[in-house]
């Protein structure tokens, strides 16, 4: 496992669309395994490949107390979001020292591949549902000042 740089404001790299992984190889195994280790290091709960500077769609979260469930979601989509949000303070690796409240959807309902490959779907909220929008944001070159 390698940490890798962060890439940091203003940074025109994380305003890069990614695109969807093919298939899950040894390499996006490697990239997951890297993306982890590097969120783990920064304290960071999720992590997207755009912060690394790689350009396809993989996310690495853990909202653990415990920092002991690690995800690994490759190609996520948001299939539902509820019409009710919630106000959260939110803060970015990519964005050091700066926090700021966003306001988003309460409930999402999201669909993935894991990091065996299966296609999982499932409901998020909370910490949980927060942090999958923020990081599918970064995804579409997204950053949470824009909202
Ligand atoms: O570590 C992080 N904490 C956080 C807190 C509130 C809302 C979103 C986040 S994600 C952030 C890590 C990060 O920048 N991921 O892209
Ligand atoms: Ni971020």
Redesign the pocket.
């Known amino acids: 496992m390698t940490i890798k740089p962060l890439i940091i404001l203003p940074d025109p790299v994380l305003r890069q669309v990614s695109k969807p992984v093919e298939r899950i190889d040894a390499e996006s195994l490697q990239l997951a395994d890297d993306m982890l280790a590097t ?1 783990y290091e920064a ?6 490949a755009t ?1 690394v500077d790689v350009h396809e769609r993989v996310l690495v979260m853990d909202v653990s107390e415990e920092r002991n469930q690690p995800l690994v979601l490759v190609n996520p989509e948001l299939v539902f979001k509820s019409d009710d949000l919630i106000e ?7 964005v050091p020292d700066f926090y700021d409240e966003v306001e988003r959807p309460k409930r999402v309902k999201l669909r993935y591949l894991n990091y065996q490959g299966e296609q999982v779907e499932e409901w998020a909220e909370g ?1 949980y549902a ?2 999958i929008q ?2 599918m944001d ?1 995804l579409q070159g997204t950053l ?1 000042i824009d909202h």
């Open positions: 969120m304290q960071g709960i999720g992590l997207a912060q959260g303070e939110e803060g970015c690796l990519s910490m927060v942090c923020h990081e970064h949470f």
